[in-house]
């Protein structure tokens, strides 16, 4: 998968991408859940499932903007930690 394809998601291309047969496994793909944090990655494969299902407009915008937010989340996470065992090996 090309890293850049998830920053061409749009609601337009979520609603696409759900007409497909393997939809689930492609847009959490396009998504990148694997760079959340276990229990976002659940949570967002859920909402992934939902939107499949409902098609709706207002959840893929939602779904979107909560995916970006739980990548960020846990990038900013594993800097922190990175930073907190670098001070503890300068002590």
């Known amino acids: 998968m090309n890293p850049r394809d998830s920053f061409d998601l749009n609601v337009t291309t979520l609603l696409a991408l759900r007409q497909e047969t393997d939809a689930l496994r492609i847009i959490t793909e396009r998504l990148r859940v ?13 909402e992934v499932k939902e939107f ?13 903007k909560l995916a970006e937010t739980r990548r960020q989340l846990n990038q900013n996470e594993k800097m922190q930690m990175a930073a907190q065992r670098g001070q503890k090996l300068n002590h």
């Open 52 to 64: 499949v299902e409902s098609g709706s407009v207002k959840s893929a915008e939602t779904l979107l």
């Open 34 to 46: 694997r760079e959340m944090g276990p229990a976002d990655h659940i949570r967002t494969k859920h």
